[in-house]
């Protein structure tokens, strides 16, 4: 599985995997195929399942909605919204130039300040090691490796990524996803894939392959996704090999989780109406009550969710102060109490719709995905805007897709189009840039004649010294060039377009992405190209700045030419003319110097640093699970061992009273220890108690399996010393075997005899032993025995015949008959005479020439 799509959502994580049956979601250790996107720090860091058993008790150290936060400035208005909703306590961390978020935990008992991009890389990597262990399962190519399933350099690891991300996401929030990846030593992510664009991708290529598209009429269709935390409404053009991303509208506040904190909130008023003065102000003041509010609120929602469900009853133990409430919400007051979140659902689709300039009659199909489209009254409220049949199933909307899984399939199927492992036949993709990017640079207005702008907007007014480089809608990756006249170092900045406002753009968020600081000799002004990229990520960044000149060569050339014919003068003959020096004029590019500033970026010393944080707690995370196991290894050996040596069906019959009596007093003193002073022991430690019990237990167990296999051991022994001595006795003399000799045979008998008396004599020695005791012969040497006398009975017994001897007989009559036939030959054949035969002289061509 080297080839794998994440779809890294607020809640959950999907991984799927890419192979030559297909694409599969890839199970966990507990066979399931979503993730709890969550990492929880203790004294070690645990993630997936593992951190939502330990989400509730251990709320302040358990990070989650990571999506939410990455790649935020600590000031930013919608990091401070969210931050509001979660347990945990969030910290600024100081850069040159902002503040980015770090969350506070108490990490192997001491406390410590993560980055969130740390621990979304942390995230990621866990689901990477998902992928390898299922692919463990069934290869044995990496037995005897010393590296973990976690860690990159592993074989078995994912090389190559695509992580999908929402469609608005911002430069900042595109580049700290991928710094996350750095830290955490993945270097295969070929592409950051917009989640709408995945989904399309999963929708499109299997259609396509089933030749549903044809090219002549593109196939609109619309895709509604509504996740954990937002909603998105997407229009695609489908033609046979290629995507069109038409447009891509969102709500990024309209999830499930709205709708899980609206009934949430209703039980904890209900609850305050109830017991006065319990839940008085914000549930959130009150973590642990709030996490149990919307667990049961969740289950609540999905109980409502199917048709024709009319109520739920709800019940909560020990909410607050041991208390227990129960109460019943009705579908009616459900839907009453999120007719808020209803009416949002219509605006994406208005301006989706506005924007294609296409109407409802237009699209072939609305396809839903994502777990809020579950919610009836959501799926109601899609079929009413959209003019669909309400009676139809699903309310006249298109499941064709999974709805969990719809995003990592197409991001597994995006991975193995890029990856160089894969042969893939091609798919285009056409992407949608959300919000509009500016370029500009520095100087005054009154100096911009010259400037030149290549791409699209080539042509473009030029009022003041900026232009919209990369408008919205466009494509990516893609490369576009400003030429400018500079003298001396000058600066070139992108930014978000005011435009960008009006397609949702954050309020309240700077829109400066990056500037780059160029380097340009000082003199006449020179002229500039600066090259602007947009990568396949969507982030911006600068490809290259040149220095362009007209150089003029002078090459010195002679061009001779031959002029024939009659001069005036009535001369012939040839005359050399000399051509001047021509002047070509010759481009010259010179790569300028320069350096970039960006206002959440990190630097290279700090990515360093964090990575070698994240080796640091990554060897930490193996040592105290291989002590965990190892302290669970001797654990279960003590209950086993115990257990065994009382029972009369297991191992109290093979073992002695004094050893009985030590063995349990030892087994009695290591479980005490285990559960007072050794509770925190070392690896190591576990491991020399667990060698001293076995040191004891081992002989038990082996007399108990000798007891067991050695009776079949002797009579397999028995039959082939019976075989081979009948074999010897009945086959000596006989024809059949009359090419081994009689040393030979006498060699077999003697071995037969030694092995039956070996195997005698050992019988009556075990014979005389209780099964208490340590066996006087084991099952080993045994069967050792008996390969001996195969290994000296085979090769006789099977020893091949010799061939026999061709004797040489003369055909004195049939020489004789071939002479009388030659004589005959030689009679029959036209006689030549001396003149006749040809010779060496006569058989030279003749000469003709004459």
């Known amino acids: 599985m080297s080839v794998v799509g994440v779809d890294f959502g607020c809640k959950n994580a999907v991984i799927a995997a890419a192979g030559r049956g297909g694409v599969d979601v890839v199970l966990n250790g507990n066979s399931n195929r979503l993730n709890a996107n969550m990492v929880s720090y203790s004294d070690s860091r645990h993630m997936g399942e593992a951190a939502e058993i330990k989400a509730t008790s251990n709320y302040r150290n358990t990070v989650t909605n990571i999506k939410r936060l990455i790649g935020l400035s600590f000031d930013d ?27 506070k935990v108490n990490y192997n008992s001491e406390e410590t300040v993560v980055p969130v991009e740390h621990v979304a890389g942390s995230m990621l990597k866990h689901l990477g090691s998902i992928a390898a262990a299922k692919s463990a399962e069934t290869s044995n190519s990496v037995e005897g490796n010393q590296l973990t399933l976690s860690d990159p350099a592993h074989p078995l690891f994912p090389k190559d990524w695509v992580v999908t991300i929402p469609g608005y996401y911002t430069d900042a929030q595109r580049r700290a996803l991928l710094n996350g990846c750095k830290i955490a030593g993945l270097d295969g992510i070929r592409r950051l894939m917009h989640e709408h664009t995945a989904t399309a991708l999963a929708y499109g290529i299997f259609k396509d392959i089933r030749k549903e598209f044809t090219k002549d009429k593109p196939t609109n269709i619309m895709f509604l996704d509504m996740g954990a935390t937002s909603y998105s409404c997407c229009i695609c053009s489908f033609e046979p090999g290629k995507l069109t991303v038409k447009t891509a509208q969102f709500d990024e506040n309209l999830g499930g989780r709205d709708f899980d904190r609206k009934i949430a909130e209703w039980v904890a008023a209900k609850f305050e109406e109830k017991y006065k003065g319990k839940l008085s102000g914000k549930c959130v003041e009150k973590p642990k009550v709030m996490l149990k509010l919307l667990a049961t609120a969740e289950k609540a929602k999905k109980t409502l969710s199917p048709a024709g469900v009319k109520e739920v009853r709800i019940n909560l133990e020990c909410l607050m102060d041991d208390l227990d409430f129960s109460i019943v919400l009705k579908a009616g007051e459900y839907e009453a109490m999120c007719a808020p979140l209803i009416n949002r659902v219509a605006a994406p689709i208005e301006r989706a719709l506005a924007e294609t300039k296409l109407s409802t009659k237009d699209i072939n199909s609305f396809e839903i995905v994502g777990g809020g489209t579950r919610v009836g009254c959501v799926k109601r409220e899609l079929s009413k805007i959209l003019g669909l049949r309400a009676k139809d199933t699903n309310n006249g909307l298109s499941t064709t897709l999974n709805a969990d899984e719809a995003i990592s399939r197409g991001a597994a199927l995006q991975s193995a189009i890029l990856s160089p492992r894969f042969k893939v036949l091609p798919y285009d993709i056409v992407e949608y840039q959300p919000f509009p990017v500016k370029i500009s640079w520095d100087g005054e207005t009154a100096n911009q004649e010259g400037v030149e702008v290549d791409g699209d907007v080539e042509g473009s007014d030029l009022p003041t010294n900026s232009v919209v480089m990369f408008d919205r809608g466009s494509n990516f990756n893609c490369v576009r060039r400003v030429t400018l006249r500079r003298t001396g170092d000058f600066v ?3 930014s978000y377009d005011d435009s960008s406002s009006k397609h949702n753009y954050p309020e309240g968020v700077s829109k400066d992405i990056v500037v780059f600081n160029i380097k340009a000799p000082k003199g006449d002004d020179n002229k500039i190209r600066v090259n602007v990229k947009q990568d396949i990520h969507g982030c911006i960044l600068l490809s290259s700045a040149q220095m362009v000149e007209e150089v003029i060569e002078e090459e010195d050339a002679k061009m001779e030419t031959e002029q024939e014919g009659e001069a005036k003068e009535g001369e012939e003959g040839k005359q050399e003319e000399e051509v001047k020096p021509e002047k070509k004029k010759k481009i010259k590019k ?9 206002p959440m970026d990190w630097t290279k010393a700090e990515l360093e640093k964090a990575f070698e944080t994240e080796v640091s707690m990554s060897n930490n995370d193996r040592i105290v699970r291989e ?15 115990r257990d065994k040596i009382i029972s009369e069906s297991a191992l109290a019959k093979y073992v002695t009273d004094d050893e009985k009596s030590t063995f349990s007093s030892s087994l009695e003193s290591t479980e005490n220890w285990l559960y007072e002073d050794g509770f925190d022991a070392t690896k190591s430690v576990y491991a020399e108690k667990l060698a001293a019990l076995k040191e004891m237990g081992n002989p038990i167990e082996v007399r108990k399996s000798e007891a067991i296999t050695r009776p079949e051991a002797i009579s397999a022994l028995q039959r082939t010393v ?41 019988m009556d020695k075990q014979g005389s032993l209780s ?23 085979n090769p006789i017994m099977h020893k091949p015949k010799p061939a026999p001897k061709v004797e040489e007989k003369k055909e004195p009559e049939k020489e004789e008959e071939k002479t009388e036939e030659k004589t005959a030959e030689v009679e029959t054949t036209p006689m030549e005479t001396d003149e006749e035969k040809p010779t060496e002289e006569s058989a030279e061509p003749m000469d003709t020439s004459k």
């Open 627 to 641: 002590t965990a196991e190892m302290r669970n290894e001797l654990e279960a050996y003590i209950y086993d061992m």
């Open 722 to 762: 019976e075989k081979y001595s009948n074999w010897v006795n009945s086959s000596q003399g006989q024809d059949d075997f009359a090419h081994i000799t009689d040393e030979e045979f006498l060699k077999c008998r003697e071995k037969c005899d030694e092995t039956a008396n070996w195997m005698y004599e050992a």
């Open 771 to 793: 099964l208490s005791q340590n066996p006087a012969i084991m099952s080993s040497e045994i069967m050792t025995k008996s390969r001996e006398l195969a290994n000296v009975v």
């Open 492 to 494: 070139v900045a992108a």
């Open 590 to 598: 010179t790569n300028l110097e320069f350096s970039e500033s960006r």
């Open 77 to 103: 208005p919608r990091a401070q919204a969210e931050m509001s909703l979660v347990p945990f306590t969030c910290v600024p961390i100081e850069h040159a130039t902002s503040k980015s978020i770090g969350i």
